[in-house]
């Protein structure tokens, strides 16, 4: 009977020639973990920002609804009342549009820094891995050398 030939040494074998720094797999899953944090909190915040100020918003509408909703005595007070209504529906309006601009100005800084910080790291990073690389591969040469 043929003995099948066992993958998993000539694997480790094969593994074994290509040594990887774990330590450093470890730090750049760490620090991509950490992004992501900070950018998922940007997320969240704005988000919540954003629902804070889109009820606040249905309040104020709903308040300034009532006054439409009374009876009035004469025909042209339910002119003035919508008329009142669209005008502080339209101030109301922008002003809540504003907010909402702050908000999402506040997000994409916040995010750009989280990214610019992120980019420094990862350079800082990916030049100690070279100098390291260098350093190891300069050894490896001066050993085969002697």
Request: hydrophobic fraction near 45%; charged fraction near 25%.
């Amino acid at each position: 009977m043929p003995n099948t030939p066992d993958y998993t040494a000539a694997f480790k074998d094969m593994m074994s020639m290509f040594p990887v720094d774990t330590k450093a797999m470890e730090n750049m899953f760490r620090s991509q973990t950490a992004l992501a944090e900070r950018m998922s909190a940007v997320a969240i915040e704005a988000a919540q920002k954003s629902t804070d100020l889109s009820a606040r918003w249905t309040q104020d509408t709903l308040s300034k609804m009532a006054d439409i909703t009374k009876v009035k005595t004469e025909p042209t007070d339910y002119a003035k009342s919508m008329t009142a209504f669209a005008s502080a529906s339209a101030e109301s309006a922008a002003e809540h549009m504003a907010a909402f601009a702050e908000i999402a100005k506040s997000a994409q800084t916040e995010t750009l820094e989280l990214m610019l910080s992120a980019g420094k790291d990862m350079q800082d990073e990916a030049a100690a891995a070279t100098r390291k690389a260098q350093g190891e591969a300069s050894s490896a040469a001066m050993n085969a050398t002697a």
